[in-house]
């Protein structure tokens, strides 16, 4: 059973920090692409990070300097630290992990972030 649970959202104020989790099950996670991505109300969804199996990472430009993907194998757990967060920020963050040939993969529930003074 395939399963991805995100976790560690909540309110922040500007200026702070969060990190999200992502923990996955049911798949081999070591050799699949693993991506954030983010929807705001009344946005598309958008990618925010992406890590690759080797550990390549790219970023929207967006969050370049401010956030950072990492994933931990032996723990099948894909990370996003988010420093420095701004309103903007603000969204729901859905963990995806996928691999060639991209049939779209699987997708966790979304943790909500919330930036806001």
């Known amino acids: 059973q395939v399963q991805l649970v995100e976790s560690g959202g909540g309110k922040a104020q500007p200026g702070g920090s969060l990190q999200l989790s992502c923990a996955v099950s049911g798949f081999d996670f070591e050799n699949y692409y693993m991506t954030w991505y983010r929807q705001a109300p009344g946005k598309q969804r958008e990618l925010v990070a992406m890590i690759i199996p080797s550990g390549g990472t790219t970023y929207h430009e967006s969050v370049e300097g401010r956030f950072t993907i990492s994933r931990d194998n032996a723990k099948n757990t894909v990370y996003l630290r988010m420093k420095y967060l701004k309103p903007e920020d603000t969204a729901d963050y859905l963990c995806?992990?996928?691999?060639?040939?991209?049939?779209?993969?699987?997708w966790g529930q979304g943790t909500q972030v919330t930036v806001s003074s």
């Open positions: 995806n992990a996928d691999r060639p040939p991209w049939a779209g993969g699987y």
